[in-house]
């Protein structure tokens, strides 16, 4: 809590010196051999890593799954292929919610 509005002309100097030395000194730099040399430096998270491993499993995936194509074939040329209407419907909704809040 703060009594009174009285500031001291003193610090005030020295936090504006302190705060213009900390703007002029550059980020990832360190003083070798009496030299300043920068650093470059990358800081990934483990999501980043995990994340790239999701997509090369996905990528590793085939974009057409054989097995349930031919089954589908053999179902249709039988004409014991059935439409769920319900699940399509249902698929299609979540779809969508999915997309508006996405």
Do not use: W
């Not at 009174?4 to 003083?31: F, W």
């Not at 589908?72 to 999915?98: C, F, H, P, R």
Request: glycine residues 4%; charged residues 25%.
């Amino acid at each position: 809590m703060k009594i009174t509005d009285i500031v001291d002309p003193a610090s005030q100097r020295i936090q504006q010196y302190q705060q213009s030395e900390n703007m002029n000194k550059p980020l990832g730099v360190k003083p070798v051999g009496g030299h300043l040399v920068t650093e470059d430096k990358v800081n990934l998270s483990t999501k980043s890593g995990d994340m790239q491993l999701a997509q090369n499993a996905i990528a590793a995936l085939p974009d057409i799954r054989e097995e349930k194509v031919q089954e589908l074939k053999i179902q249709i040329e039988k004409g014991t292929y059935q439409i769920n209407s319900s699940a399509i419907a249902d698929k299609m909704v979540k779809e969508s919610i999915i997309d508006l809040f996405a």
